[in-house]
């Protein structure tokens, strides 16, 4: 809550950092941040697509049974690429918690509740999907049951992500902090939803592309587990899926760069994005001559389409790694400059520290703080009030009236709350002018 109240107190929060090492060269953890999120997207994208197009072929195979076998196909590949997705994921969310802790930590506290709820919910998201493939038999007479597992979990699959990007979106922008309010104030943000359409269109492509290969393999015996559809209209639609999914992307593209702020459009981000962009329109020519090839010639583009699709993905989270590097910069040299001076401060502070304790040292010892430490300590302290109150304080109340802090020491009253002080009858009168004299030098 008080950190809560932190962001909430100034426009833009410039915090200090802990200046800790890095455990290995800022760029090679860039490097390793893109590549295992591109990897890790890479399967999100299967899985989520392939849920998708499992539960509109389950659907379809309501009418005709091939179709249902052909979801349960497809069911196949959906666990283990959620799998790979999920051990995948590991790496990039432990570089980007060391390359942007502050950003990231600050994103989860205002994001709250709904971001601890991605736990649970991939837990039944994954509980569900088990169950759908695993009763797959014994629910062949109860398919809106069984279907209505799929569903769910396509909803979950499709809100989760949301939570992420909402989470990721929010890091990298330090002067929205203040003026958000949680999970569904930061979800307003006007390019999470264009970013989160690219995110679905990307899916769909991917998982289409991917089927493309996965039943076109000659070790793979369609025709025989599906003798109603027909191996070339099956692959040419997922193309068809692919197609248009890459070009819907030349639409939201730009709505992205435009709600998104500009800080961190730099030059550098446009031409890694545009290059991707022309790639991506060589590998929808290809896409469409496959599209519209006979069967004789269906699929001798395969490799290509692959190839370029995969280079397009590689300059797109290369673009998105160079925006979020410009956003924050600003940001962080703010933060960079604020833990400096913090750091002088501590450094000056420390310094004069020693120098008192120094000084303190040369200083003649008065005997009355060995008594003091020998009878007194477990409820006094120098500085900080512990049973009783601080020993400094006591010097200024009876600052110049020795004999009334003798008085005290020897019959003691009540002048506030918590236990009252015994009298310290065991010590003798020397003492107890020693310790007394101690105190007062605090002053």
Not at 32 to 50: A, E, K, Q, R, T
Not at 57 to 64: A, E, N, T
Not at 154 to 164: E, G, K
Not at 190 to 219: D, E, I, Q
Request: proline residues 5%; contains cysteine; positive net charge.
């Amino acid at each position: 809550m008080f950190y809560y109240i932190l962001l909430q107190a100034a426009p833009q929060i410039v915090q200090k950092d802990l200046p800790l090492p890095l455990p290995l060269p800022e760029w090679l953890l860039v490097l390793l941040l893109v590549v295992s999120f591109l990897v890790h997207i890479l399967f999100i994208n299967l899985m989520v697509g392939g849920s998708v197009l499992a539960l509109f072929y389950q659907i379809l195979g309501l009418r005709k049974p091939d179709y249902d076998k052909l979801a349960y196909s497809v069911a196949e590949t959906i666990t283990v690429n959620k799998s790979l997705a999920i051990v995948m994921g590991i790496a990039p969310l432990l570089v980007i918690n060391t390359l942007y802790t502050t950003y990231f930590y600050t994103a989860n506290a205002l994001t709250g509740l709904m971001w601890i709820m991605v736990i649970p919910l991939v837990t039944i998201a994954l509980l569900l999907l088990y169950a759908h493939k695993f009763l797959w038999k014994r629910l062949q007479h109860n398919k809106l049951l069984h279907i209505s597992f799929l569903a769910t979990t396509v909803l979950l699959f499709l809100f989760i992500p949301l939570i992420f990007l909402t989470n990721v979106n929010l890091m990298m922008f330090p002067d929205k902090w203040s003026v958000v309010e949680g999970f569904f104030s930061a979800l307003l943000l006007p390019n999470v939803f264009p970013r989160y359409l690219h995110f679905l269109n990307a899916c769909m492509a991917a998982s289409g592309l991917f089927l493309v290969w996965y039943w076109g393999r000659k070790t793979y015996d369609f025709e025989s587990r599906y003798p109603t559809l027909s191996r070339f209209r099956v692959r040419k639609n997922l193309y068809t899926i692919t197609f248009y999914g890459s070009l819907i992307q030349f639409i939201i593209g730009p709505i992205i760069l435009i709600t998104l702020p500009s800080q961190g459009l730099a030059s550098n981000v446009l031409l890694v994005i545009l290059s991707g962009a022309a790639v991506a329109i060589v590998a929808m020519a290809w896409l469409w001559k496959e599209i519209n090839a006979d069967e004789t010639q269906f699929g001798r583009y395969f490799g290509r389409i692959a190839i370029a699709m995969s280079i397009v993905v590689i300059f797109m989270g290369s673009g998105r790694q160079l925006y979020r590097s410009n956003a924050l910069n600003p940001h962080r040299k703010l933060v960079a400059a604020k833990t400096a001076a913090y750091e002088k401060l501590v450094k000056e502070a420390t310094a004069e520290a020693v120098k008192a304790k120094v000084v303190s040292a040369d200083a003649p010892k008065l005997p009355g703080q060995d008594i003091f430490n020998n009878n007194c300590i477990a409820c006094h302290q120098v500085d900080e009030k512990l049973v009783g109150p601080a020993m400094k304080e006591a010097a200024g109340i009876y600052k110049g009236n020795k004999a009334g802090l003798v008085s005290w020491i020897k019959k003691p009253g009540k002048k506030r709350e918590g236990p009252p002080m015994p009298p310290q009858t065991h010590l003798t009168d020397q003492q107890v002018q020693q310790v007394a004299e101690w105190i007062l030098s605090l002053h």
